[in-house]
């Protein structure tokens, strides 16, 4: 399958033999390459891809190094410490070395990649789990870079059982997240800013028209806490204090562009109220006269907090 532009393959066979610029050896902290896949590699590639990468061991579980590949197809060779010399691994030791692994990649502009099965050979981690691990960090390194180098990444197992697992794992999650999870639903935040008697509304200049809320998109790696403190700032020059969350909107069609998720919060504004990002203007309104053309379903909304403001003076 592809990920925007990038080829993601499972195949049963030597990783050893495998037509890609770099290679993962599932490797221990010091980099002593004994059996298993860092075995193979070692003796079909000549134990200078050991000593290189000696040279910049010990490293922590979890971070990844690049040596060359002495006499394999492969140019380079990245070393994924998933263990300790106890050959013990966890999940959080394999999805670091995953991730760190397609960071080393990136940083070396390596266009082509092959991955063993992390932590499942001494270090006897499951198959299904690292398989699900793997993906879902493949899937975070596609989302994070914004020009990933690698053009194809394969995963090689060895045994037919493990060739199955992977195969049907990497290809059903991955379908999951680009078919379903990166379709939507959004989600967005919106502030119910008291301030001067009234509540702040901004006239949109964009699509969707309309008076509404503002708000605006959660951005990836942020908090709701600060996207609706980010969206109001940059929406009406206010600074939201003493702010909470009040209540969550999902209806299907409450957007008409796609479906979106809105958290909305309540709060004060301080500042001097000033219309900028793709407010064309900002006012406040008092809650028994607002405007007739409101956007989205910010009228429910408003009508909700008016009577949870009722039920709070009883």
Not at 177 to 189: I, L, R
Not at 205 to 225: H, I, R
């Amino acid at each position: 399958m592809k990920i925007r532009e990038i080829e993601v393959l499972v195949v049963k066979g030597d990783i050893t033999e495998v037509d890609t610029e770099a290679i993962v050896n599932a490797a221990n902290n010091e980099f002593r390459m004994g059996g298993g896949v860092a075995g193979a590699i070692k003796r079909k590639g000549g134990k200078i891809i050991e000593e290189e990468a000696q040279k910049q061991g010990p490293v922590k579980v979890g971070e990844a190094v690049l040596t060359l590949a002495g006499n394999l197809r492969a140019k380079y060779v990245i070393h994924a410490a998933t263990m300790e010399l106890d050959f013990k691994t966890d999940e959080e030791i394999v999805r670091k070395a995953a991730y760190n692994t397609l960071l080393c990649a990136q940083k070396h502009k390596i266009t082509s990649l092959a991955f063993c099965a992390l932590g499942c050979g001494v270090g006897r981690f499951p198959y299904k789990a690292a398989s699900k691990i793997m993906a879902q960090e493949i899937f975070r390194y596609l989302r994070e870079s914004k020009a990933p180098t690698l053009k194809k990444i394969v995963f090689a197992l060895y045994s037919q059982a493990a060739y199955e697992i992977f195969q049907k794992n990497i290809d059903s999650y991955l379908e999951y997240m680009v078919g379903k999870v990166s379709q939507g639903p959004f989600v967005t935040v919106d502030g119910i800013v008291e301030y001067r008697q009234g509540i702040v509304m901004i006239e949109r200049s964009n699509p969707p028209f309309g008076w509404a809320l503002p708000g605006g998109f959660l951005d990836y790696g942020e908090s709701l806490e600060s996207a609706v403190a980010r969206e109001i700032k940059e929406e009406t020059g206010l600074e939201f204090v003493d702010f909470k969350q009040f209540k969550t909107y999902s209806e299907p069609d409450r957007d008409p562009r796609f479906h979106t998720v809105s958290v909305v919060f309540t709060g004060c504004g301080q500042g001097e109220l000033v219309a900028a990002s793709d407010a064309k203007s900002a006012k406040v309104f008092e809650l028994n006269s607002l405007p007739q053309n409101l956007a989205f379903d910010h009228g429910e909304i408003i009508r909700d907090y008016m009577r949870c403001r009722a039920l709070s003076k009883k």
